[in-house]
């Protein structure tokens, strides 16, 4: 599919959505709308649809909580359009009180990967003190780096900045990639 053939993508969060957000990604250069959420608000199980666009007419992935409202979450995410399952995404619970931390397991349930914040104290500041400090993942697989995710800075909209282009190998299944920027924005831009 050509939405996943970019190695560069920007995603923006709207502000202040009171019934659910939504969350638009689009090429590097915003000129281009490759993928659309539209969060519904008050679950107590997060059941993401990603579509193709704002008509929400294709249904591309779909991300999944396996239960309700748990510290460690695992996320499945599924290929719509094939109905394959792609892998996981599971949060360090503990570990992310203090440095956001993520493991990406592939469909047998094995770590084959890791997403974590830029740094321990960067992350201390940002809970603690001011949100102005943008936040910074690193994406690993097989413990080479395969992605940043950059927030711009915007204290009211979270906006990311995805670079997938360290990733030479192409290792990273890039349906995962989106899923991740699209799960931080959620569950990690509610501490903020």
Avoid: H
């Avoid at 995805?162 to 569950?187: E, H, K, P, W, Y």
């Amino acid at each position: 599919m050509q939405q996943y053939t970019f190695n560069k993508y920007f995603a923006k969060k709207s502000f202040l959505k009171i019934f659910g957000g939504e969350i638009r990604i689009f090429d590097e250069n915003k000129s281009k709308l490759l993928f659309f959420v539209k969060q519904k608000a008050f679950k107590l199980k997060e059941d993401i649809t990603v579509y193709s666009d704002e008509t929400k007419t294709k249904e591309l992935l779909k991300i999944k909580a396996r239960s309700v409202i748990d510290f460690s979450a695992i996320y499945d995410v599924v290929d719509m359009t094939s109905n394959e399952n792609i892998g996981s995404l599971r949060r360090k619970g503990f570990k992310s009180i203090l440095k956001d931390s993520w493991e990406i397991l592939d469909t047998k349930e094995q770590v084959v990967g890791s997403i974590d914040e830029d740094s321990m104290l960067k992350a201390i500041l940002r809970r603690f003190l001011t949100n102005l400090i943008p936040q910074q993942f690193l994406i690993t697989l097989n413990q080479k780096p395969v992605g940043v995710l950059q927030q711009t800075f915007n204290p009211f909209v979270p906006q990311f900045k995805i670079d997938f282009s360290s990733d030479v190998t192409n290792a990273l299944d890039r349906r995962m990639g989106i899923a991740i920027v699209i799960l931080l924005q959620i569950i990690e831009g509610r501490q903020q």
